[in-house]
Nanobody, 123 residues
Framework: QVQLVESGGGLVQAGGSLRLSCAASGRTLSSYTMGWFRQAPGKEREFVSFITWSSGTVYYADSVKGRFTISRDSAKNTVFLQMNSLKPEDTAVYYC????????????????WGQGTQVTVSS
């Protein structure tokens, strides 16, 4: 079982930046894909980005491509999401999860969700 803890959220003005962290514990992550998702009030949880732990392959939703960067630190067992040029529509609770399915953007393929971290972007 993997335990995930997200952090780094906050309130930022449009155009600003935040760096989210997802710290993992419990077992090795070498067989997982790590995904970031977000959920705004009244909306479904949507895919943001993933990174495969073993190869470092990354993928982004079109809505964040060119603004967000996902990365990992194997020594710290942590995944990061650098968010630049933030927009009010990026406001949501951001979650990380694990998947044994590589290259998947479906939230149903992810488990071990953390508690989430709130990101609020003011206009």
């Amino acid at each position: 079982q993997v335990q995930l803890v997200e952090s780094g959220g906050g309130l930022v003005q449009a155009g600003g930046s935040l760096r989210l962290s997802c710290a993992a514990s419990g077992r090795t992550l070498s067989s997982y894909t790590m995904g970031w998702f977000r959920q705004a009030p009244g909306k479904e949880r949507e895919f943001v980005s993933f990174i495969t732990w073993s190869s470092g392959t990354v993928y982004y939703a079109d809505s964040v491509k060119g603004r967000f960067t996902i990365s990992r630190d194997s020594a710290k067992n942590t995944v990061f999401l650098q968010m630049n040029s933030l927009k009010p529509e990026d406001t949501a609770v951001y979650y990380c999860g694990t998947s044994i399915d590589h290259y998947t953007t479906s939230r149903y393929a992810y488990t071990n969700w953390g508690q989430g971290t709130q990101v609020t972007v003011s206009s």
